[in-house]
């Protein structure tokens, strides 16, 4: 955890990356911000409303405001990137961009997204700080993309290998 420096409005509260052995548990606490996990490798076991979930490589979990925060790595281990988000609005964006509490399966972890927000939060300048908001937005409408929905670089790629399959200089 950073800390707030007097923040107002919509922040990056926190980042990290975690690679959990199996028996190590944090503490479930109920948080006042939301909190987001992106599984690289191992899986954990994540609850909510009494219901147990293993979360899986390539797979991502969303806590909303207000909920009890209850994880723990499962026995291969809980490889994992995490970020919280914090402030007014906070659950409206989340609602805004369609992401439902619980389990969703985004595909690989787009770490460099993670790394460029760890990099920044600690600074106190402005320009940082909306940075780091700007690239947890990114990382969100990945998580916001319905399951199984090519990005658009994937089909503009497919596009041009359709079109140009024929052409021998094509790279």
């Given amino acids: 955890?950073?800390?707030?420096?007097?923040?107002?409005?919509?922040?990056?509260?926190?980042?990290g990356h975690f690679i959990a052995p199996?028996?190590?548990?944090?503490?479930?606490?109920?948080?006042n911000f939301a909190e987001f996990f992106w599984c690289i490798d191992g899986s954990g076991e994540f609850r909510m409303d009494g219901e147990k979930v293993i979360l899986s490589r390539n797979e991502a979990w969303y806590y909303p405001v207000g909920s009890l925060?209850?994880?723990?790595?499962?026995?291969a281990g809980f490889h994992y990137w995490?970020?919280?988000l914090e402030g007014?609005?906070?659950d409206e964006l989340c609602r805004g961009l369609?992401?439902?509490p619980g389990k969703m399966r985004p595909g690989p972890c787009p770490e460099e997204i993670f790394r460029s927000i760890d990099k920044k939060i600690r600074s106190q300048?402005?320009?940082?700080?909306?940075?780091?908001?700007?690239?947890?937005?990114?990382?969100?409408?990945?998580?916001?993309?319905?399951?199984?929905?090519p990005s658009a670089l994937t089909l503009r790629a497919?596009?041009?290998?359709?079109?140009?399959?024929t052409n021998s200089q094509f790279n």
């Fill in 1 to 15: 955890v950073v800390p707030h420096w007097g923040q107002k409005g919509l922040f990056v509260r926190s980042i």
């Fill in 22 to 31: 199996y028996g190590v548990c944090e503490d479930v606490k109920i948080a």
């Fill in 69 to 75: 925060h209850d994880y723990r790595p499962c026995q």
């Fill in 82 to 84: 995490w970020v919280t």
């Fill in 88 to 90: 007014p609005g906070t």
């Fill in 98 to 100: 369609n992401l439902k």
């Fill in 125 to 149: 300048e402005l320009t940082d700080r909306l940075f780091c908001l700007g690239q947890l937005f990114r990382l969100m409408t990945l998580l916001a993309l319905p399951e199984g929905q």
């Fill in 158 to 165: 497919k596009e041009l290998m359709e079109e140009r399959f």
